[in-house]
């Protein structure tokens, strides 16, 4: 039985990479993180620490790639001898009083950390000494073990069989935890692995990054746009950069919204324009004003602007009163992340650009009403529970699950996705990871955007496929 808590973590890192030439194929990078980083990080998402790595003698480049992540290093002196010895060498540096140990290979990117803490929440729950995962009738990784009963048996192994051996010896003490992550499978050996893994082989995925110049360019937005901004951690800043952007290349351009926004502030470059009529703006609209309008019917009783309806936005466009509309379509309270609730969003149904915007600062943060909108839809639709923390996993499934941030996407509409918040490599890691996600399962989307809305330069990159 596992104790309560959390288990110590065990990553394997120490393989000689017999089958992949040049580099340690734990270093190989996918979507610009190595795989050991990636398998790492599945691990810290769960709430896995300390992380302690076993790595070889000539381990210095995996110490380098996990170095901020606060590993702890166990080297194994005689890694040529197979799995197993790497797996005594691990145990046999862990605290004596651990009680329990989850065992993951350096090279399975494609984990899940929400599977994780499934593993391990089922073996903290049941009265057997081994857990592992099974996905399709086959048995995957990682595996968690008893180390009160299995110590011993774990410091004895040899051979590159790892611990076959030790779960065939005891097979009435195995929990078997049924998943839909078929990562628990999939570790890289080869090249052609590596290559079907990431897309580059005939047929496959191929995922691209580049670095535009602007947002604009970002999202191909030009002429007769309407560009529709949902989601949460960045909406109005979206919102005011584009269209300050295409006002300054000329653009006759305009933002607005469907639901309510605070007044525009002097530092977001815009102006407050208000009218319950489609006359009432027409006017006004002729002139080139000196700043980009902010349209709105009126000013609420506590002091937001109340939107205008998305038959407006759409005839504004049509009839060529602006270039460019960029509208704010739902709302967030200020919350990094949210789930559409009911009569969410208020999409125009002229909009040609949907960009649905997620705030990386939720990663890690408990979900519940303090940080996302609407969390007890966000729980149904990424199958976490309140008081769970948010992970990239369930990122990705908000945006793919057909119910989610692209539910309200008109058909002929062109679709992105803005991780904002990236402040650090930490933040930036993560959303590549999303990005990978979310583009292979959904091949109509223009790209996923990774930036700091907040900072001089809003863009880090975008992937594309």
Not at 350 to 364: H, K, M, P, R
Not at 371 to 389: I, P
Request: net charge neutral; aromatic share 4%; charged share 25%.
């Amino acid at each position: 039985m596992g104790e309560w808590g959390n288990p110590a973590a065990l990553l394997l890192a120490a393989g000689r990479s017999t089958r992949m030439a040049g580099t340690s194929k734990l270093l190989r990078t996918l979507w610009g993180t190595p795989l050991v980083r990636r398998a790492a990080l599945t691990l810290t998402e769960a709430g896995i620490r300390p992380l302690w790595v076993v790595v070889g003698p000539d381990g210095q480049g995996v110490r380098e790639a996990l170095g901020d992540l606060g590993g702890l290093f166990i080297v194994n002196p005689n890694p040529e001898k197979g799995m197993a010895s790497s797996l005594a060498a691990g145990v046999a540096a862990l605290p004596v009083e651990s009680g329990s140990v989850l065992v993951m290979l350096g090279d399975m990117p494609g984990l899940s950390a929400v599977t994780v803490s499934r593993l391990i929440e089922a073996f903290n729950e049941s009265a057997r000494s081994i857990c592992l995962p099974v996905h399709g009738g086959r048995r995957g990784h990682p595996v968690l073990f008893d180390l009160h009963r299995h110590r011993e048996e774990l410091l004895s192994l040899t051979g590159d069989r790892g611990a076959r051996d030790l779960l065939a010896r005891h097979p009435d003490e195995i929990l078997e935890v049924e998943v839909l992550d078929a990562g628990v499978l999939l570790d890289i050996d080869t090249e052609e692995e590596l290559g079907r893994y990431q897309g580059e082989g005939e047929g496959e995925i191929r995922l691209k990054r580049e670095k535009p110049a602007s947002l604009t360019e970002a999202l191909g937005v030009g002429k007769h746009d309407l560009v529709s901004i949902v989601g949460a951690g960045g909406k109005t800043s979206l919102m005011y950069r584009l269209t300050g952007e295409l006002f300054d290349r000329g653009f006759s351009a305009a933002a607005a919204t469907t639901t309510r926004i605070l007044p525009p502030s002097p530092g977001d470059g815009a102006k407050l324009l208000l009218s319950d009529t489609f006359e009432g703006f027409e006017e006004r609209l002729k002139e080139r004003p000196t700043a980009p309008w902010v349209l709105g019917e009126r000013i609420r009783e506590n002091g937001k602007v109340y939107g205008i309806s998305p038959a407006f936005c759409d005839r504004l466009v049509k009839e060529g009163l602006v270039e460019v509309l960029v509208v704010e379509a739902d709302g967030s309270r200020r919350l990094p992340v949210k789930a559409f609730g009911p009569n969410e969003p208020v999409v125009p149904a002229a909009t040609t650009v949907y960009v649905a915007v997620v705030g990386l600062t939720c990663l890690g943060r408990a979900l519940g009403p303090e940080s996302a909108y609407n969390h007890e839809r966000m729980a149904a639709l990424t199958g976490l529970v309140a008081g769970e923390r948010i992970t990239a996993d369930a990122l990705a499934r908000l945006i793919l699950d057909p119910r989610g941030l692209f539910a309200a996407r008109p058909e002929r509409a062109r679709g992105f996705v803005f991780l904002n918040q990236a402040d650090d490599e930490r933040l930036r890691e993560a959303a590549r990871g999303i990005a990978a996600k979310v583009l292979a399962g959904r091949s109509s989307l223009g790209g996923v955007i990774i930036g700091r809305l907040n900072g001089a330069d809003p863009l880090e990159e975008i992937w594309r496929r």
